[in-house]
């Protein structure tokens, strides 16, 4: 079935199954991971010439000192890739396109009242942004110094202990990290907002909840993440995958409240007859 008939179809019966909208938000991010969302433009320029860019980029961080040569990764093997893609697109490994991937401080900070920094960890991220709650504890320039991180315009955060997958983008705030939370600094030609959609589409969850460890606290390694599988088009391609995504959040949105406008007359009318039978 083809993507548009496939979505058509859920939109019309989402408004009334219970968690209708939920699952339609759900087949949206996977089709557009799929490579399924949006027609493929033969002018873009294929993902595997993006990648040698990418790779020249980040040889040249590493001869400028900015970056430290990594570990090779082993290669992706045809058992690992979960699923086809178009054929302008390309599997690789999420620290192919990352200048550094780690987490925070495996402890924790000396804090201080009259800090001008805060401690974030993963609950402190939210749909792209980093939330300073009232009980976001604060340290002080030294424990600022002591354990920042390479953050810049780049860098996404990503909850990896207890709640897996929140993320927010790195926006110039004075914060040190958490042990839950990761963070990983994007090389050029990749999209932040392309790669948000991705860690929020039920893929990446399912990923990390089978590659998590613990029992009564989920905890996903810096392995796990590294390795994680990316399905990468073109940047071309990325930027209208998130354009149309978030059209079509905009209209679950819509049909959402128009299901709890419902759900409440509903509700208003169930009590008025109740009260004439009481």
Known sequence: MEAQVLLDKYFETAFSAPDGVKKLRELILSLAMQGKLVPQDPSDQPASELLKEI??????????????????????????????????????????????????????????EKGEFYFINGNNLSDGVIEIKNNTKKVSIEEFNKYKKQLNKNSVLVSINGTIGNIAFYNNEKIILG?????????????????????????????????????TIKNVSLKAMREFLVPLPSLAEQYRIVEKINRLMEQCDRLEKLREQSINKQTQLLDAILSNIQ
């Open 55 to 112: 790779e020249v980029e980040k040889e040249r961080l590493i001869k400028e000192g900015k970056i430290k040569k990594s570990k090779p990764l082993p290669e992706i093997t045809s058992d690992e890739i979960p699923y086809d893609l178009p054929e302008s697109w390309e599997w690789v490994k999420l620290e192919n396109i990352v200048s550094i991937l780690g987490d925070g401080i495996h402890g924790t900070p000396q804090y201080s």
């Open 179 to 215: 042990k839950s939370a990761c963070y990983f600094n994007l090389l050029s030609n990749i999209n932040k907002l392309y790669i948000k959609k991705l860690i929020n589409s039920k893929y990446f969850l399912t990923y990390a909840v089978n590659s998590a460890t613990g029992t």
